[in-house]
């Protein structure tokens, strides 16, 4: 098996900067995980709530911290930080090589979508975003790894797209259309979704959008590791 991993991600028109926050960490015991943060209000604000999320849940992941307890430790950490004033989303995608396991951690009202035997899944369990008071808990599932997974993460940048032309984005209807050209590149599908979300908000973002694909295939390359990266510098 192998792992493939992309992420598009733009922020909102005529904004400086993007209040959602990913970093990607490997695991001490096997793995990789990625976290996904999307602060409250938009710009420089966002960004360092965001940034705040991110690296308290790090720290720990590095230090053998299970996913849930990340999450819940820096929900506290953000309330403690910010007196409970500032909220943020916060996705945790993890490939843990020691259980063997895809874990995905979940304090956001935005579903994650599962793909399992050319099935669709909305992953909509009640989640609060993390900071408003101590103790939120995430959604966590945890599943073994296999060939033909596929999990797709995103804030409600991606949802909220067309809301202002009266238009709404039917996200598991563009991932139905994925899976049915029967090709599975998660650059593929994180770029068609972004640019659906693009083509309604008719090239203006109204918020800022992150949209991570994971997928586990069959077909191993090697042991080689690559991480490509594509960042417009102006």
């Not at 709530?49 to 790090?58: G, H, M, P, Q, W």
């Not at 008071?133 to 949802?159: C, K, M, Q, S, V």
């Not at 029967?182 to 599908?189: H, K, L, R, S, T």
Request: glycine share 8%; aromatic share 4%; with cysteine.
């Amino acid at each position: 098996m192998e792992a493939r991993i992309s992420v598009a991600k733009i922020g909102k028109y005529a904004t400086s900067e993007s209040g959602d926050t990913l970093e990607l960490i490997e695991r001490p015991n096997g793995g990789i995980s990625l976290v996904l943060a999307d602060g409250q209000w938009s710009g420089k604000s966002a960004k360092a709530i965001s940034n705040v999320v991110t690296r308290k849940a790090l720290s720990l992941l590095a230090d053998g911290v299970r996913d849930g307890a990340a999450a819940r430790a820096a929900s506290d950490y953000l309330y403690t930080y910010r007196s409970g004033k500032v909220q943020a989303t916060l996705n945790i995608l993890s490939i843990d090589l020691m259980s063997k396991t895809l874990v995905i951690t979940r304090n956001n009202p935005a579903p994650v979508i599962m793909v399992r035997d050319d099935s669709i899944e909305l992953l909509d369990q009640p989640s609060k975003p993390v900071g408003s008071r101590l103790g939120i808990r995430p959604n966590i599932l945890e599943i073994p790894l296999e060939p033909g997974l596929i999990f797709i993460a995103y804030t409600d940048g991606l949802l909220h797209a067309g809301n202002k032309a009266g238009q709404d984005l039917d996200v598991v209807g563009c991932v139905s259309e994925l899976l049915s050209s029967g090709e599975i590149d998660p650059v593929d599908w994180s770029d068609y979704l972004l640019a659906k979300a693009l083509e309604i908000d008719q090239g203006r973002p109204t918020d800022d959008i992150s949209i991570i694909v994971m997928a586990i295939l069959a077909k191993g390359s090697g042991s080689t590791r690559r991480l490509t990266v594509h960042m417009p510098l102006d």
